[in-house]
């Protein structure tokens, strides 16, 4: 290394461990993906399935437990090879080499995250060698990288590398079948089960009573089943082509930080749907009024939230 990026590898030791999140709650591939990570074999990863699903905050969240830094890359179309491995920077006046996060983790035994890979282009066959667990050879500063113990590769994506035809995920690119070839396995990762939703949301809202946002309470057993089982609907129609928008575990737990804040039902269900057009918006209200007969129909929903704010207010 040079001098910079050994004063910088001094610096960061350990502080790239992701921080424990107490209300976490594991479930699914957790325990494997924490063998994996633990087993000291190469074998790059995947964890594929839909947003909002916990695939990035599992792998994150097993790092945590054990103490394993973490080098989260978000790929997008244009990420390239000055990306990953680095490249010369100005600093302080002067042009510098400073490694990239492939680098980074490679030499420190550390866990690599590509996040959303199937973003990357035909670029990302610069990682060949290191999919395969060899070094790499930085050319621009004649330099050899070799992995160091604990190197891992994870990978996370909504299509397997594989594109999508329906354009729920724009901007995913069909990936080389070379590079595709030197992922391990996979990990499939569906929603989480009723009762490991529920026991999500029941330990996000007494985090949030917690911390008395407002001093407001608002654990509420009832409220909780009505939102996991207008989730699970919306999700069983969406793979029925009842319907085209699903509401995922994100979006519930964004719900039940809405009705923290704003201490009102209809309100942190609206403004969270807000992002839905408006007919779709409006079909997942009317559905969710179905399982919460507490809730007001979605025609009697204001629809600009800036107004519904006030009125609830008012």
């Known amino acids: 290394m040079s001098n910079n990026n050994e004063q910088l590898h001094r610096n960061n030791t350990n502080k790239c461990v992701p921080d424990v999140d107490p209300n976490y709650v594991p479930w699914g591939h957790f325990k494997a993906v924490q063998s994996v990570l633990e087993s000291g074999l190469f074998a790059p990863t995947l964890v594929t399935g839909l947003s909002g699903n916990g695939k990035t905050t599992m792998i994150e969240q097993v790092c945590a437990k054990t103490k394993r830094e973490l080098f989260r890359v978000n790929i997008t179309v244009d990420t390239d090879e000055d990306d990953l491995f680095g490249g010369f920077r100005l600093v302080n006046g002067e042009t510098v080499w400073q490694d990239g996060p492939v680098v980074e983790a490679m030499e420190r035994g550390a866990v690599l995250l590509l996040d959303e890979f199937d973003l990357g282009s035909s670029k990302m066959m610069c990682l060949q060698p290191v ?19 604990g190197f891992c590769i994870f990978l996370t994506s909504n299509t397997k590398g594989k594109g999508s035809d329906d354009g729920r995920f724009i901007g995913t690119n069909v990936q080389s079948e070379a590079f595709l070839d030197r992922i391990s396995f996979c990990f499939e990762q569906d929603y989480a089960p009723k009762a490991t939703e529920k026991r999500i949301l029941a330990t996000m809202m007494r985090s949030l009573d917690a911390r008395g946002p407002h001093g407001r309470k608002i654990y509420d057993e009832g409220f909780i089943d009505h939102l996991v089982t207008w989730g699970a609907a919306t999700r069983e129609g969406f793979e029925k082509g009842a319907n085209d928008e699903v509401i995922s575990t994100r979006r519930l737990v964004d719900i039940c930080k809405a009705y ?22 409006e079909a997942l209200y009317t559905l969710y009024t ?5 809730v007001s129909p979605a025609q009697e929903a204001p629809v600009d939230s800036s107004n519904q704010i006030k009125e609830e207010d008012a």
């Open 290 to 294: 179905k399982f919460d007969p507490s």
């Open 260 to 281: 923290a804040i704003l201490g009102c039902k209809k309100t942190a269900i609206s403004l969270t749907l807000a992002r839905f057009d408006r007919d779709t918006s």
């Open 131 to 149: 999919m395969e667990g060899k070094g790499v050879y930085l050319k621009k500063i004649n330099r050899m990288v070799r992995p160091a113990p």
